[in-house]
């Protein structure tokens, strides 16, 4: 699309249901800013976001102009993932998925299956995930009840970085501990860690440990030239 002050670029790719739709637009900040010139987005005629898998037709509108591109999406492979098992005093096993962070809803998004539905200390689960709507795939997880079980705690990990400078982009650090991951803990997700502010990653306890954890971290703003 041209105009008279700015030129804006519909730009469109291919991903999953579970993640931000892959549309951008480019144009000049001010024109971004302009709420005289509000951009609207159709999926195929429709405003709202697609939930099927399938090709679908990208609308943009901008002040009586449109532009249109194809977009391919797909279901999100369930083994992408990551999942935290416990067992509740009663020996209930329960699952919960995470995906990016964002914690998965039961029946919608994935069923579960319990080999046995309860258990014994010692005893070891069988687990089969099935992934739903905007996921799709299986997985077979097995699992032992511990007998005791140790709770994390913070000091059991390090952070590669507790500071960072924002620079728009996801800000990661790696953790070090003597634990091993996917054994002994899983990291569900990275939370607040683009913007400047405080930072944050979750650890869940598996296996011979429970609960789980919180590691802050800090991402500086940039400084202004003096």
Request: proline share 7%; charged share 20%.
């Amino acid at each position: 699309l041209h105009g008279s002050s700015a030129e804006i670029r519909l730009n469109v790719g291919s991903g999953t249901l579970a993640d931000p739709m892959p549309v951008t637009v480019e144009a000049p900040q001010f024109f971004l800013d302009n709420p005289d010139y509000p951009i609207t987005f159709l999926y195929d005629e429709s405003t709202a976001e697609p939930t099927s898998p399938g090709t679908y037709s990208v609308t943009m509108q901008v002040g009586g102009a449109t532009a249109q591109k194809s977009m391919e999406l797909t279901a999100c492979d369930i083994n992408a993932c990551t999942p935290v098992f416990s067992v509740n005093d009663d020996g209930v096993p329960s699952m919960a998925l995470y995906y990016k962070g964002a914690r998965l809803t039961e029946n919608t998004d994935y069923t579960v299956q319990f080999t046995p539905t309860t258990l014994q200390p010692e005893e070891t689960c069988t687990v089969e995930v099935t992934g739903q709507s905007k996921f799709t795939g299986s997985r077979t997880l097995t699992y032992k009840v511990e007998q005791e079980r140790t709770p994390l705690t913070a000091d059991m990990f390090t952070l590669s970085q507790s500071q960072y400078e924002y620079t728009g982009d996801p800000c990661v650090p790696t953790v070090t501990c003597s634990l091993e991951e996917g054994t002994d803990y899983v990291v569900i997700g990275y939370f607040d860690n683009v913007n400047a502010g405080k930072a944050y990653l979750e650890i869940a306890g598996q296996g011979k440990y429970s609960g789980s954890v919180k590691l802050a971290y800090a991402i500086r703003p940039v400084e202004a030239d003096a």
